[in-house]
C-alpha cells in the first residue's frame, strides 16, 4: 500500500501540471482532504476547470498518468457536462480528478478547497428522497420473495443486501449524516445499526434468505415509521406478507 509521503508527492505533481497548464484555469481539492478531515487512507479528489476543449485536456493528462506517473488503470463517472476520472496508481494510489467546464467549476458540498481560479456558483447536490428510498424497499423486498419463489438464490441475496443498503441511507438523511456510499453508517448509534447485522445473509440456504428477509423487513419497516408514520402504516400489512410467506 502506498505511503502518506507518496500520496503527498502525488498531489504536489498534479497541482504543479495543473499550475502550468494553460488549458487548466482552476483547481481545487474536494473530499475529506479538503475538509481536513483526512487520515492515512484517504484517496485524492481533485477538480480541474477546463477551458476550451475538454476532450483534448482529458486526453493529455491521461496520456500524462500513464505514460509519466504510471497509472495501471482508469474508469470514467460523468457529472454534468464534465467528467470524473479515476486513475489507479501503483501501491494502490487513488486520484479521481474531475474535468469540468470553465462554468460548472464550483463547491457543490462543503468539502471545497479552492486552489486557483474562480470558483461558481453551483447548485448543491440533493439529498436522497425519502420516499424514493421507501419505494425501493418495497420494491426490492417483493423481488426478493419472487427470486426465492423461482429458485434465484443469488439474486435473492442481492435485494437483501440493496435493502439493507437503502434502509442505512434513511436512516443518516433522518440523523443529518452522510448519506452517499454508507459513508455516515459508521456514525449511526449502535442500537439502531445491532439488528442490522441479522440482516446478513450467511449461506445461500433458502431457509437462510428468508430469515435474513425477516429480519430486514422488520428494520424497514422500523425506518420507514421514523420517516413517515402513515406510509409505514399502510405498508407494514403487505410487508408481514412476505415475511410470512412461504
Known amino acids: 500500500m502506498f ?13 504543479a501540471r495543473a499550475e502550468t497548464d494553460g488549458a ?18 484517504s484517496d485524492t479528489d481533485l477538480v480541474l476547470a477546463v477551458r476550451g476543449d ?16 504510471g497509472a495501471l488503470h482508469h474508469w470514467d463517472l460523468p457529472v454534468g457536462a464534465g467528467t470524473v476520472r479515476v486513475f489507479l496508481l501503483p501501491g494502490w494510489l487513488e486520484a479521481d480528478i474531475t474535468f469540468a467546464p470553465e462554468a460548472e467549476f464550483g463547491p457543490r458540498g462543503p ?6 481560479g474562480r470558483s461558481q ?10 420516499r424514493t428510498l421507501t419505494g425501493l424497499l418495497w420494491h426490492h423486498a417483493l423481488h426478493v420473495r419472487v427470486c426465492l419463489a423461482r429458485g434465484h ?22 440523523l443529518g449524516l452522510p448519506t452517499a456510499h454508507a459513508k455516515g453508517a ?6 439502531l445499526t445491532a439488528p442490522l447485522a441479522a440482516t446478513l445473509v450467511r449461506d445461500l440456504a433458502p431457509a437462510e434468505l428468508r430469515r435474513a428477509l425477516d429480519a430486514t423487513l422488520e428494520a ?20 408481514a406478507e412476505l415475511a410470512d410467506g412461504d
Not at 439474486?155 to 437503502?166: D, F, L, N, P, S
Open 153 to 174: 438464490l443469488w439474486q435473492a441475496e442481492h435485494w437483501i443486501g440493496a435493502m439493507r443498503e437503502h434502509i442505512l441511507t434513511l436512516a443518516c438523511l433522518r
Open 121 to 130: 456558483p453551483l447548485r448543491p447536490y440533493g439529498e436522497p428522497d425519502p
Open 186 to 191: 459508521h456514525l449511526l448509534p449502535g442500537d
Open 24 to 41: 487548466v484555469v482552476g483547481a481545487a481539492f474536494t473530499g475529506s482532504y479538503a475538509a481536513g478531515a483526512g487520515d492515512r487512507w
Open 111 to 116: 468539502n471545497w478547497r479552492l486552489l486557483f
Open 54 to 69: 475538454l476532450a483534448a485536456v482529458l486526453a493529455r493528462w491521461t496520456d500524462w498518468l500513464h505514460g509519466e506517473l
Open 3 to 15: 505511503t502518506v509521503e507518496e500520496r503527498d508527492r502525488l498531489r504536489e505533481r498534479l497541482v
Open 220 to 239: 424497514a419497516t422500523a425506518e420507514i415509521a421514523h420517516a413517515d408514520p402513515a406510509t409505514a402504516a399502510r405498508l407494514a400489512p403487505l410487508l
